[in-house]
């Protein structure tokens, strides 16, 4: 299996940011420049799912240019409504034009407003909440079965998704069949269409249900790359599936939309593309 947005593991730098083999960028630059990327495709016509993208941005930076091996490993981006945050990483990685971003989600574009399966880095089209981590458990059951003990499976989740039955469903699965390999990462932003997900329906404490399912868990602060990095680096070293809590802020970067429900789906006018990167600019978020 093949991710292709991704570098090989390499040790932290003295400030504790990983930087991409291939590239050369540092994890921070990297989400520097997905964040940038999601403002812009926020700011078409068709708008985008502004708050949830930046949130995992982080995540996706340490992921793709920190943690995985793009010819050994797979990655599930299961909320898939946080393709900009994918795009925006795609095309930093350099898989990507980074004048198709203009393009999001228009007609005639590739880049639809849930990842399609024929993209660089995308396995399978995603976007049906609920369903990525089941397809995870099928890749490393795969990778069980063939006794390949090196190939790692992530899953990217929303933590609104984890309100989907069929979530439920695959953790029991992935803990019986002591699935080690399997990584899943929740954007624990607390945050989702409409409401906080704790007054939708509760998921806490979310770190014993995961540990009553036979997950070993890693609660890490998802802003923080030194943190994250040392949650995702390894497989667990007890034979379960590794579940990493996320600890994150919708909108993150843009003060004006953080802990936003409204922030969830969004346009942005002219004035307001300028004003958010005006704020990540000051806030040392965008890299030119």
């Known amino acids: 299996m093949t991710a292709p947005v991704t570098t090989a593991a390499q040790p932290p730098s003295a400030t504790g940011v990983t930087t991409g083999v291939a590239t050369g960028v540092s994890t921070e630059e990297a989400a520097l420049r997905i964040r940038r990327g999601i403002v812009d495709m926020a700011a078409g ?15 996706m930076a340490v992921l793709h240019f920190g943690v995985l091996d793009p010819s050994r ?5 299961s909320k ?3 393709a900009p945050a994918l795009y925006a990483a795609l095309a930093a990685r350099g898989l990507l034009d980074e004048a198709e971003l203009e393009g999001y989600a228009s007609p005639g574009s590739r880049l639809f407003g849930h990842p399609s399966r024929g993209l660089p880095g995308v396995e399978f089209s995603t ?6 981590l089941a397809l995870g458990c099928g890749l ?21 998704e984890l309100q989907e039955g069929s979530v439920w469903e695959s953790l029991m699965f992935a803990g019986h069949r002591k699935l080690s390999h399997l990584t899943a990462i929740v954007d624990r932003n607390g945050l989702q269409q409409s409401a906080s997900t704790e007054d939708s329906l509760t998921l806490e404490p979310l770190g014993d249900r995961l540990r009553s ?18 949650a995702l680096a390894a497989p667990s070293a007890s034979g379960r599936p590794v579940a990493v809590v996320a600890r994150t802020v919708k909108g993150r970067g843009v003060p004006f939309l953080e802990r936003r429900v409204a922030s969830h789906y969004a346009t942005l006018n002219p004035a307001l593309r300028r004003r958010a990167l005006a704020a990540l600019r000051a806030a040392g978020q965008v890299a030119r």
């Open 45 to 59: 016509k068709q708008g985008a799912h502004l708050g949830g993208s930046l949130s995992c941005a982080d995540v």
């Open 80 to 82: 898939g409504h946080a």
């Open 140 to 160: 490393a059951l795969a990778g069980q079965l063939r006794g390949d003990t090196s190939e790692r499976v992530f899953v990217l989740m929303g933590d609104g």
């Open 213 to 230: 399912f036979g997950w070993e868990v890693r609660e890490t602060d998802g802003h923080d790359h030194g943190s994250l990095r040392t």
């Open 127 to 132: 976007g049906s909440l609920g369903h990525g």
């Open 73 to 77: 490993d797979s990655f599930i981006l």
